[in-house]
């Protein structure tokens, strides 16, 4: 079970690796097509029609491929849980992996529902960078310490914030998107409106999330360290992060905060996010339990 | 037929029309000259909000940054200042402004608490300022809207069709009703008007969300107040220790089993505890890591263990004064020696045993042994009688007959209570209700007019949208709905 889990983490990393070539294919080519229309003016329709097709076509392989990334990652989990006997979200590598199908299941979740696979240009390197990065872990099945033993609580707790982890870096892929194109969306892009409202969906996901993931974790420190909240570094992040989505949603409704400002909000966040995550590796504290320090 | 306008952002409506669209916006334009409306506003204000919840949000991050002080050192100003030189190498010069500043205890800084205490007060003003309105647009919603709210609402359409008004408003209410709206239809004089909202209790869902902060706030605030906690109550396994905090109560400790992996790690720790109330008992539980004992607001977490000394000591009479176990909870700074404590009340004095940290070899105190130092309590300074005693042998030492008897483990236990904690779970739970409550069942509502004229009548239909994106879709298919039904055509 073990191996087959890591042969099926391995196909995911490719797949996503393909997924993302098709994209930035298919950016490419649509920019070439442009250029062709540019040079030969009005006359040159036939060619703009061919370019284009071809170019979303590559990116239908794209999102198909990433279907697939998703399929083979879900599947590593899986055989991993079967495997260890117990919730995948006990040390850094786990955690890791499930952060990248996170993000894979939520762009998977946004590409179908606003077919827009631009997403996936900012979305899906973030994936597997970490997909890259868990790679050089240890990923060895180690017992669990006394305060990890609550299985239950963990995993649901691990398994909220990696859907709110996930959104937010949809909504994060929407804000880049949204600061670097232009007001309809140069460069092929999607335009801002749909972008802000990509964002703002996937904000209205994992807020909720986000909040239930910060809710159990005090609900855990109650039971395991005799205290709901203790400021420890990475309690104190997420609420930072909690924070800044939450002063998100107001900026929304503020004249002279939607759209650019709102947006940086959404890069900070996720900033945040980052940085709640991988936090462990030099705050320490009490949730030092990645196994690697 | 069909004009259904492309969806117009809000900046794009007049002053006018906000008003028309009964809009809750907390973001004010006009500032009073009366100083309490003025701090009123302040603090109904979003922008005020959006200031104060990035400035905690700094505050954390800084608190994230820095290390920060434990808070135990509060209020021993010659600890703290120890401490504060053990930073001094990582921050520098920094380390005086970082002090001065109170950026090592951020999470009790003026800053912070400051910051809180206006959030507070914004939360409540918030939702004392929005509660009632939201009520009444969910009871009593204007119905009837002006031409200029048709001309300009964000989501708007005109249907223009040969069926006569009643016609009209039985399809426009059939397209709303089928989408799970509720309609309120208005005759005055030739014009129909009608309302429809769906979710209308759902925007509530803000202020359970923000009135719930202040709840947790409040909880936390009780349990600092009244509440206690002791971090490190160590219980010698066979012995009885008092509680104390005017609990009135006492602990026994049956047994304790630390259990490993093979690799060597931990993999259990279990004590079997026993509570007496006023010497009464009262639960007999086994409590581990993740497993405390209840008792009231009282609980009782298993926290750490460690070697402890059976001790008697006898007066000179033959009375024995002292008969339990003592925690050697204390490690000497070189971890080579385990320390515990003894207080002798009648004698006006503190032994101290001391034994080798378990795995050290020491050549003076040896397994076995234990060296007991005798103080005057109260006196620092030289002891008055050390003496190293061998398990079951009696010596006298300052008087006083002291045998130890033999080691057993102590667990360590932490004892808090906090009243507060139920504000904090209510709290919790509403927040993550008011929150979804909001995100799930997003309140709309729409508004349509219908006219009769020469060949017919016709429809306006229009919608505000402000957080809720997915409206548009289902509005755009509503008119659709509509249209179909009296034209008998489907727009494109
Ligand atoms: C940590 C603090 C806060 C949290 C977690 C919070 C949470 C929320 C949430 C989840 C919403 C719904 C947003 C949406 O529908 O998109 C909301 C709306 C709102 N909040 Fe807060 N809030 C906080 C602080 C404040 C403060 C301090 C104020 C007062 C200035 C405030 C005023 C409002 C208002 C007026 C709305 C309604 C916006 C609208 O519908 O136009 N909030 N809040």
Redesign the pocket.
């Given at each position: 079970m073990f191996k087959m889990s890591q042969y099926s983490f391995i196909a995911g990393v490719i797949s996503i690796g393909l997924a993302l070539g098709c994209y930035v294919l298919a950016i490419v080519a649509a920019r070439l097509a442009r250029r062709r229309m540019v040079m030969t003016g009005a006359g040159g329709g036939g060619t703009i029609a061919v370019g284009r097709r071809g170019a979303s076509n590559v990116a239908a392989y794209g999102t198909l491929l990433a279907y697939l990334g998703l399929v083979f990652i879900s599947a590593s989990i899986l055989f991993r849980t079967i495997a260890s006997g117990r919730g995948p979200f006990a040390n850094m590598y786990e955690f890791t992996v499930a952060f990248a199908w996170g993000i894979v299941v939520m762009y998977v979740y946004f590409v179908r529902r606003y077919r827009q696979p631009a997403l996936g240009l900012i979305a899906l390197p973030i994936a597997l960078a970490l997909l890259l990065y868990a790679m050089t872990i240890p990923s060895a099945i180690d017992p669990l310490g006394p305060a990890l033993q609550n299985n239950l609580l963990l995993s649901i707790h691990v398994a909220v914030a990696i859907v709110a982890y996930g959104t937010f870096s949809i909504s994060f892929a929407a804000a880049i998107l949204h600061l670097t194109g232009g007001e309809t969306g140069r460069r092929g892009l999607p335009g801002r409106e749909l972008l802000d409202e990509i964002s703002y969906k996937a904000v209205?996901i994992g807020?909720p999330f986000l909040t239930l993931t910060i809710v159990l974790g005090a609900v855990w420190a109650e039971v395991a360290w005799a205290r709901y909240w203790s400021w420890d570094p990475k309690e104190t992040a997420s609420l930072v992060t909690w924070?800044i989505y939450?002063s998100y949603?107001?900026a929304?409704?503020i004249r002279g905060w939607r759209g650019q400002r709102a947006a940086w909000l959404l890069v900070v966040g996720f900033g945040a996010v980052l940085f709640t995550y991988f936090g462990n590796l030099f705050f320490g504290g009490l949730h030092s339990y990645s196994g690697l320090s | 037929m069909t004009r259904m306008t492309q969806p117009v952002r809000t900046p794009a409506i007049t002053r006018a029309d906000r008003k028309t669209t009964d809009d809750?916006?907390?973001g004010l334009t006009v500032s009073p000259a009366d100083p309490g409306k003025r701090l009123w506003h302040f603090?109904?204000?979003?922008r005020?909000?959006l200031a104060?919840?990035l400035g905690l949000a700094v505050l954390g991050f800084i608190g994230t940054l820095l290390v920060q002080a434990d808070p135990g050192l509060q209020g021993d100003r010659q600890a703290y200042a120890v401490w504060l030189e053990t930073v001094r190498p990582k921050y520098g010069g920094w380390t005086g402004v970082f002090d001065a500043l109170g950026l090592f205890s951020v999470f009790s800084s003026i800053w912070f608490r400051g910051i809180v205490v206006l959030?507070t007060m914004?939360?409540l003003?918030?939702s004392v300022n929005?509660a009632p309105r939201l009520w009444k647009r969910a009871v009593h919603p204007r119905t009837n809207m002006s031409e200029t709210f048709f001309a300009h609402a964000p989501l708007r359409a005109s249907i223009a069709t040969a069926a006569d008004p009643g016609t009209a408003l039985a399809e426009v209410q059939t397209a709303f009703r089928a989408r799970h709206f509720r309609t309120i239809v208005n005759h005055d004089g030739d014009t129909i008007h009608l309302y429809a909202d769906r979710f209308r209790w759902g925007?509530f869902g803000?202020v359970i969300?923000?009135l719930s902060?202040t709840l947790i706030l409040a909880g936390a605030l009780i349990g600092t107040a009244w509440g206690f906690r002791n971090n490190s109550l160590a219980v010698p396994v066979g012995s009885r220790v008092e509680v104390g905090y005017g609990t009135g109560m006492s602990i026994e400790a049956k047994s304790f089993t630390d259990s490993y992996y093979t690799n060597g790690s931990p993999s259990d720790f279990a004590s079997d505890l026993v509570l007496y109330m006023d010497g009464v008992q009262v639960i007999a539980q086994t409590v581990r890591v993740n497993e405390p004992l209840r008792a009231g607001d009282v609980t009782f977490y298993q926290s750490f263990y460690g070697a402890a000394a059976v001790m008697t000591v006898a007066d000179p009479t033959g009375r024995v004064v002292f008969d339990r176990g003592v925690p050697l909870e204390w490690a000497t700074s070189d971890d080579k020696y385990r320390v515990g404590q003894i207080i002798l009340p009648d004698a006006g004095l503190t032994a101290y045993v001391v034994g080798a940290t378990s795995g050290e070899v020491d050549p003076r105190i040896k397994p076995g042994q234990m060296q007991i130092e005798v103080y005057r309590s109260g006196l620092e300074g030289e002891p008055i009688a050390t003496e190293i005693i061998s398990q079951g042998q009696p010596a006298n030492i300052a008087e006083l007959d002291f045998t130890f008897v033999r080691e057993r483990q102590f667990t360590g236990l932490i004892v808090a209570r906090d009243p507060g904690a139920v504000f904090v779970w209510i709290g919790a739970g509403l927040l993550v209700s008011g929150?979804s409550l909001?995100?799930l069942f997003p309140g709309r509502r729409a508004w349509a007019r219908i006219q009769r004229r020469p060949n017919g009548s016709s429809i306006q239909v229009g919608a505000i949208v402000?957080?809720d994106v997915t409206f548009r879709p289902d509005f755009q298919h509503l008119v659709d709905d509509i249209e179909l039904a009296l034209t008998g055509s489907s727009p494109t």
């Open positions: 209205v807020f924070l939450g949603l107001h929304r409704v | 809750l916006d907390g603090f109904i204000s979003m005020t909000g104060l919840m959030l914004s939360l003003a918030c929005r925007p803000t969300a923000h902060l929150i909001v995100f402000r957080h």
